[in-house]
């Protein structure tokens, strides 16, 4: 067994030790937000996820030392915007026995890199080093692992021994974990699946139907393959539970922040309004400017996310552009 700190107490981060603390793990809880903590160690609930009591073998903490103390494995599990300062944060106390493994979703908007870089660059910045990083991603809706519900991730990893051990990890849970040696890959798709399911939702939101729907996801999927292709990585990602997968769930479910708050766009809201009554942060818009920027520059026509973009920066009309689309010039698929 091992002990596992998670750096981030929102509900991924929760469903993630509850799952990893019923498996035998020793597992630490830090957040920045005292307050937080002091109600999960009075509650043991996340208030998001109240039908999960996180085992009395989880602790919480405010302190980056004692999170890190002795851990083996790190999960960075904090919103996107937010991985750069917790990185810097918890460098003095890093070790290069450590894995550091990114379980956040997204882009950093000033610098257009994926999460796992940014830790990277972070990390040199702070003259701090671990033993490897990795990211895991997939499917992996907190609200059904918080029940147990049957699951599978990506643990990705440039070297095979580190996103085995992260993999290692979920023996005995109800997340089944598979690696990928393309890491580049399983996180843009975990970035831009998430502005890709703004759209889908939004489409909802005017009231369209399945048709609309299954076609956004498509070509959706399409716009990722060809970016991340031109970003070099491997075709296979995008049809495994990184990419497709991961992408069906997020554009269809009722748990997804990105396809409520879409929905809610569609049917008037702005997105600032969107945000505010979804109550939580939705990855998607924070991964826009950057998706935008890499569209770019890498000379790639995006539609749907160029699209998503008008709308959620611009303030376009969602029923107008989707006229706009429909109206493209004819293509070969």
Not at 11 to 17: E, F, N, P, R
Not at 23 to 49: F, K, Y
């Amino acid at each position: 067994m091992s002990t596992v700190a998670i750096l981030g107490a929102g509900t991924w981060g929760t469903a993630l030790a509850h799952c990893l603390a019923g498996a035998g793990h020793e597992v630490r809880i830090w957040s920045a937000l005292r307050q937080e903590i002091l109600d999960l160690r009075q509650t043991r609930r996340n208030p998001h996820l109240p039908d999960m009591l996180l085992p009395e073998t989880v602790d919480f903490t405010d302190s980056l030392p004692e999170a890190l103390n002795g851990a083996k494995v790190v999960l960075m599990v904090v919103p996107s915007p937010f991985v750069r300062s917790a990185t810097a944060a918890a460098a003095p106390f890093l070790t290069r026995e450590m894995i550091l493994a990114c379980a956040s979703k997204g882009l950093e908007a000033s610098t257009d890199l994926l999460l796992t870089e940014v830790i990277e660059d972070e990390l040199r910045r702070q003259g701090a080093s671990v033993r490897g990083i990795a990211a895991l991603s997939g499917p992996t809706h907190a609200e059904e692992v918080a029940r147990d519900l049957p699951t599978l991730i990506v643990s990705a990893s440039e070297r095979e021994e580190i996103a085995a051990e992260v993999q290692a990890l979920f023996n005995g849970t109800c997340i089944r974990p598979y690696t990928n040696g393309d890491l580049r890959g399983v996180e843009i798709c975990g970035a831009l699946k998430n502005v890709e399911a703004l759209a889908v939702g939004i489409a909802r939101g005017l009231g369209y139907g399945d048709n609309t729907a299954a076609a956004l996801m498509t070509r959706g999927m399409e716009e990722i393959r060809r970016l991340g292709l031109a970003m070099g990585c491997q075709e296979r990602t995008f049809f495994g539970l990184a990419g497709i997968g991961d992408l069906i769930v997020t554009a269809t479910s009722m748990h997804s922040r990105n396809n409520r708050a879409g929905m809610l766009i569609g049917r008037g809201k702005t997105a600032e309004e969107a945000v505010r009554e979804i109550g939580m942060v939705v990855e998607g818009i924070n991964a826009l400017p950057a998706a935008i920027h890499l569209c770019r520059r890498f000379g790639m026509e995006m539609p749907i996310i160029e699209s998503v973009h008008e709308i959620v920066e611009n303030g376009a009309k969602p029923a107008e552009i989707v006229r706009e689309l429909m109206n493209r010039k004819l293509k070969e698929e």
